[in-house]
T-cell receptor, first 115, second 115 residues
Framework: AQTVTQSQPEMSVQEAETVTLSCTYD???????LFWYKQPPSRQMILVIR??????QNATENRFSVNFQKAAKSFSLKISDSQLGDTAMYFC????????????FGKGTKLSVKP | NAGVTQTPKFQVLKTGQSMTLQCAQD?????MSWYRQDPGMGLRLIHY???????DQGEVPNGYNVSRSTTEDFPLRLLSAAPSQTSVYFC??????????????FGAGSRLTVL
């Protein structure tokens, strides 16, 4: 079975500092895709960043970047220059070939950005 | 362009009652799905559909029923509500169910409480 594990239930960071959220996954598939979603207190799910497993280059989106370690099955999210608006739940998710488009989510990490 | 619309946003039911959570999208998306979110559990897939007339079970389908008579609508039916079904429900859709091309668009969520 495919699994996604987020080992940090809660984290906090000072405004303007950098924080890294961890995610590991387990799949025997060779073709898969990894995602980070953000869920602010409004409850809306927002896509932060996406990584294709066959691409070695780490994805970046403005202040958000990933460290994709395929051999270690690790997919961490780095948030630089943290802002108060980054306070949210962050979910790591995996989507693999043959899954009919279904995402497998981790349990989430609650990030608090402190002023 | 409304995106993914879920109704109702909040609902309180008594044990044994039935109800339908509505989900509609106006983006001509092929793939639609229902997830439930529980504290400490992340998002878990209930049912999904890869096109009109086609539905299948996800990870936690028991107690729920779906149908997909049109491309736009994907209602989730609770047949006989139980307190274990107290949760936040998300409908999500994407243009394609092909992994990697299917960036999910989520609805705003429906909070259901079963007493």
């Amino acid at each position: 079975a495919q699994t996604v594990t987020q080992s940090q239930p809660e984290m906090s960071v000072q405004e303007a500092e950098t924080v890294t959220l961890s995610c590991t996954y387990d799949t025997s598939e060779s073709n898969y895709y990894l995602f980070w979603y953000k869920q602010p207190p409004s409850r809306q799910m927002i896509l932060v960043i996406r990584q294709e497993a066959y691409k070695q280059q780490n994805a970046t989106e403005n202040r958000f970047s990933v460290n994709f370690q395929k051999a270690a099955k690790s997919f961490s999210l780095k948030i630089s220059d943290s802002q108060l608006g980054d306070t949210a739940m962050y979910f790591c998710a995996c989507n693999y070939g043959g899954s009919q488009g279904n995402l497998i989510f981790g349990k989430g990490t609650k990030l608090s950005v402190k002023p | 362009n409304a995106g993914v619309t879920q109704t109702p946003k909040f609902q309180v039911l008594k044990t044994g009652q039935s109800m339908t959570l509505q989900c509609a999208q106006d983006m001509n998306h092929e793939y639609m799905s229902w997830y439930r979110q529980d504290p400490g559990m992340g998002l878990r897939l209930i049912h999904y559909s890869v096109g009109a007339g086609i539905t299948d079970q996800g990870e936690v389908p028991n107690g729920y029923n779906v149908s997909r008579s049109t491309t736009e609508d994907f209602p989730l039916r609770l047949l006989s509500a139980a307190p274990s079904q107290t949760s936040v429900y998300f409908c999500a859709s994407s243009y394609s169910f092909v992994p990697g091309t299917n960036v999910l668009t989520f609805g705003a969520g429906s909070r259901l409480t079963v007493l």
